[in-house]
């Protein structure tokens, strides 16, 4: 397959660098130090699963430059969804299927306002992977899983092609039918641990083994789980019970890429995370008043200013 991978972050530059390795032509675009690393030296992944040095890697800050490609690895922070979805309008092409492995529910919704509803392909990455240094990639645990499919529900032949891709390139990929609800299991979860790791400012595991807060962490889901239900996707009413199950098998020291990003004094996404159910809860009646709380305290460092 040919791949355009859209931000050469944790997320697209280790999916991204497995696909190369096994083969397929690839071209990651990126900016500033990352893209002049990148040119200069390759990309390099440091993982459980293997290392990796692709000595040369054909990067670009100019999607518009790229020729045709089979599929589009959308990766970049929300708050650039809007803009990087405009530069990536000269790829889409024919049959081009655009996956977004993004935080948050909002993306697809974003990518179909300016690309139109056919190149977009559901998706859901399950890893925990960061740019380390420029043109370095580490990669946490063994966890590296990605869901994706077609809204209608079909086996298309790209979506099928990237599931075999991936095969080849060692990555555990699953095609789903039900994607939208894919989408929301995982997001659950991801507000439930961005949200409560960032606002202690620390791992799960201290939350999740004090009794308040605890609690406070099921509540947050719970509300994600209510709001989804309130939309029309099919979760059932005592999912956020079976996520607080699931993080009781995650790691002690896991933590959410908002917490890391907290720490460093970047810019956050909780308005996309927290403060999309918020919102979504307002216009549906849905009471979210954890997610509102943690979209009102952290919006005081969300621009990356605070400290």
Known sequence: MRIAVMGTGGVGGYFGARLAQAGHEVVFVARGAQLEALRAGGLRVESPLGDIHLAR?????????????????????????????????????????????????????????????????????????????????????????????EYGGALSPRVRQFRDACAEAGI?????????????EKFVFLVG????????????????????????????????VQVARAQGVGLPAGYADDRLAFTDQVPAAMTSSMHHDLERGNRLEVAWLSGDVAERGARLGVPTPCNRAINDILSVHSDGSGT
């Open 57 to 149: 890697v054909e990067a670009t800050d100019e999607p518009a430059g790229i020729d045709t490609v089979d599929m589009v690895l959308f990766g970049v922070k929300l708050w650039d969804t809007l803009q990087a979805a405009e530069a990536i309008k000269p790829l889409v092409r024919g049959q081009t299927g655009v996956v977004s492995f993004q935080n948050g529910v909002v993306k697809d919704d974003i990518l179909r306002q300016v690309l139109g509803p056919e190149p977009v392909v559901g998706g859901v990455a399950y890893i925990a992977a960061a740019i380390a240094g420029p043109g370095l990639i580490r990669h946490s645990g063994t966890l590296q899983r990605l869901v994706l499919g």
């Open 193 to 224: 641990l961005s949200g409560t790791t960032s606002l202690a400012r620390t791992p799960i595991g201290p939350i999740r083994g004090h009794r308040r807060s605890r609690a406070f962490l099921r509540d947050v889901m719970d509300e994600v």
């Open 172 to 184: 555990e990929a699953e095609v789903s039918d039900r994607i939208e609800q894919a989408i929301w």
